[in-house]
């Protein structure tokens, strides 16, 4: 080959050949180097060997992170002299023979090539007995040669030992993190391994400290439990069993307003292999939609069962990203099992709702002395005689205090008629938002301030349950809540069968106003207004092209533009219930935000994403005092949607705080 820099001296002159083999040694340093990343990356290795190799036990003890030493121990299969030795050997794998097997891959190994790397970048120690044999097999490796081989008296199964990792390769020692770092990374990989495998027990010890004794058990949920505690546990909804002839989805899902900031406790398998593929989180992240805040993410246990021949997962060296024949069919089975779960969290609020206020479960027994009951508990007789009817609740505010907001009917005039003349178009537009104000110092003052930080990421508050509509929109029965107050001009107090629930209105309203316009937009559109003037927009040729192939959807969501020659568009009409000082800069501000979903997500996506992200211009402020049957009615209407505990953003409508919660507290119950 002539070389291709003519800057390279010419081979002619040189003695020494400038290609040459690399030494096994060598070469497997490199290998290595892709698949042994730091030591969490030798754990995945040995521990997926040993649930290929059908073990029911395993065993993993590190010291200082891995890093000075790595044990795995199991009781599968083991290994006679032959593979024990052959195991070391790069590309030895019992578990494909021809490329054949490679388009559907069975296990979680398949590459040959985990052991000889592990082995080229530590002092390596494998042990290993089959089932009923005499005697096991010890192989010794330093560095990848081999120092001993000799028979030992092991239990059948497997132990591997890597110690002092990447001692013979003191740039690669650098790169790992302090012991504690890499101990998490270890614990995550356990993590992983063990959801993955309820039905194999795991044991983690951390220089002599026992992190993880998990016992095998049948059930998901189980093993969740033993490894996430039972608190996450009941943040998780099951996710309805669906599945078409090619895709299985199954597992659990946080409920609506449960997320994270970081995706360690997004949890997707596939085939029983834990992935990461951008295909999936896209797909959850879709499914949750508004009900996840942006910059979270969801907690999941998702696991998907799927034809192997569908699947690469022959793309990453680490086997961690996989590629899919299908993407859209497996994004679409992935959001449908995600809408479907959250769904089916409505149904149980109907259970718990039912029963009226008041009548919380302690109220006929001797939890709560008479005559000193929680708040808003009333007793009794007083409920039975209906000397309060929930009409008439018991607002604390004086009703001069009151001033009427016009905003919530504007908004919802704005969607409900089609103005006719600009000048009403623009009487619609609604009034600009007031700084907000501090909250009402009064005598509610001290519980908002301790209920507040509560609000929203306190795991143990759960979205409160609340009857679900009739087909009307309206709850059946009589009302499974009782409005006691106003806290701060922004909370509402209310009472129902499990205790105190705060709403917040302006995040209340604006779900409720969303939901609105949803509906609206997907049945004939969004009302629009035709601009006196329209506008021009110039824009780059890559966004010119964004938009001339979103045009349909911008004009679903009740924006007029028009390609005006080349990177000019014409602006002339907007949603009327948009409140744009500046249209160009909105239409901008899309473009920048949407960029980036509309890759991925669908193309209604887009337009609802728009919606709620104006929508909160239009919402009750925080500081608008409303009346007590607006207040009625903004609950109504909150319980009335298909999504009613949280708001457009993600974060919750509504708190609970249960009866059980209160006596905790309050220390009668501990
Ligand atoms: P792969 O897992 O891709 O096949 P590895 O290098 O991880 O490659 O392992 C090589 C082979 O060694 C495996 O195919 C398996 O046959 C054997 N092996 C590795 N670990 C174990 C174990 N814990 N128990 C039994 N056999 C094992
Ligand atoms: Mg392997």
């Not at 189980?222 to 039972?230: A, E, K, M, N, S």
């Not at 709560?368 to 000397?387: C, D, I, T, V």
């Not at 209920?451 to 009857?467: K, N, R, T």
């Not at 002339?572 to 991925?600: H, K, M, V």
């Amino acid at each position: 080959m002539t070389p291709r820099h003519s800057t390279s001296p010419p081979l002619a002159s040189s003695t020494v050949p400038r290609i040459a083999l690399l030494s096994e040694a060598v070469a497997s340093q490199v290998a290595a180097g892709e698949v042994v990343e730091r030591p969490a990356s030798v754990v995945k290795e040995l521990v997926e060997n040993s649930i290929d190799a059908g073990a029911r036990k395993i065993e993993v003890m590190i010291r200082r992170g891995g890093i000075s030493s790595i044990r795995v121990t199991d009781d599968g299969s083991g290994m006679d002299r032959d593979d024990a030795l052959l195991c070391l050997e790069r590309h030895a794998t019992s578990k494909i023979r021809t490329g054949h097997d490679l388009a559907a891959i069975h296990t979680l190994g398949f590459r040959g090539e985990a052991l000889p790397s592990i082995a080229s970048v530590s002092r390596f120690r494998l042990a290993t007995r089959e089932p009923g044999a005499v005697a096991g097999t010890e192989v010794v490796v330093n560095a990848g040669k081999i120092e001993s081989v000799k028979d030992c008296g092991d239990a059948p199964g497997t132990q591997i030992e890597a110690r002092s990792l990447f001692y013979n390769l003191p740039a690669r020692r650098k790169f790992l993190r302090t012991e504690n770092t890499e101990a998490s990374h270890v614990e995550h990989q356990i993590h992983l391994q063990a959801i993955g495998h309820p039905e194999i027990g795991f044991v983690l010890v951390n220089d002599e400290r026992v992190i993880h004794q998990l016992p095998p058990v049948a059930q998901l949920r189980d093993r969740i439990r033993d490894l996430c505690g039972p608190a996450l546990t009941a943040e998780l909804l099951e996710v309805p069993e669906i599945g078409s002839d090619n895709i299985r989805i199954r597992g659990f899902l946080g409920k609506a307003g449960v997320s994270r900031s970081s995706r360690a406790q997004q949890l997707i398998f596939l085939n029983g292999r834990a992935v990461e593929n951008s295909t999936l989180s896209f797909a959850l992240r879709e499914g949750y939609h508004t009900a996840l805040m942006k910059g979270q993410h969801p907690v999941t246990f998702l696991f998907i069962e799927m034809d192997p021949a569908a699947v690469d997962v022959n793309v990453h060296p680490a086997k961690r990203e996989v590629r899919f024949r299908n993407s859209a069919e497996i994004r679409e089975a992935v959001v449908e099992a995600t809408r479907r779960a959250l769904e089916s969290d409505r149904g149980s609020w109907t259970r718990v709702f039912h029963a009226a206020p008041g009548a919380f479960p302690g109220a006929e027994s001797s939890v709560f002395p008479s005559g000193n009951r929680p708040l808003g508990a009333k007793n009794a007789s007083e409920l039975e005689s209906g000397q309060r009817s929930p009409e008439q609740g018991s607002l604390q505010i004086s009703q001069n205090e009151f001033q009427r907001s016009q905003e919530l009917e504007k908004a919802r005039q704005e969607l409900v008629q089609r103005p006719e003349t600009d000048d009403q178009a623009r009487q619609g537009s609604v009034q600009t938002d007031q700084p907000g104000s501090q909250p009402a110092q009064g005598a509610f003052h001290t519980l908002q301030s301790n209920f507040h930080p509560l609000v929203p990421s306190q795991m143990s508050l759960e979205p409160a349950p609340f009857l679900p509509p009739t087909a009307s929109g309206a709850p059946a029965g009589s009302p499974g809540f009782r409005i006691l107050g106003v806290l701060g001009r922004l909370y509402v107090l209310m009472e129902n069968a499990s205790g105190l629930v705060l709403v917040d209105q302006h995040a209340a309203h604006e779900r409720i106003l969303y939901e609105e316009m949803l509906k609206r937009m997907e049945q004939q559109g969004v009302p629009t207004q035709r601009l006196l003037l329209p506008l021009t927009l110039e824009v780059s040729p890559r966004d010119a092209d964004w938009l001339n192939r979103h045009l349909d959807i911008l004009t679903r969501a009740g924006i007029g533009l028009e390609p005006f020659g080349a990177g000019t568009f014409k602006i002339d009409a907007l949603p009327t219930f948009l409140r744009a000082g500046e249209p160009t800069q909105l239409i901008r501000d899309i473009i920048d935000d949407l960029r980036e979903t509309s890759a991925q997500t669908s193309k209604l996506r887009l337009g609802e994403e728009m919606i709620v992200k104006n929508v909160c211009r239009h919402a009750v402020k925080a500081n608008d005092v409303l009346r007590e049957p607006e207040l009625e009615r903004l609950i109504q209407d909150l319980l009335a949607c298909d999504l009613p505990y949280c708001c457009p953003h993600g974060r919750p409508t509504m708190i609970q705080l249960s009866y059980g919660e209160l006596e905790k507290k309050f220390g009668r119950k501990v």
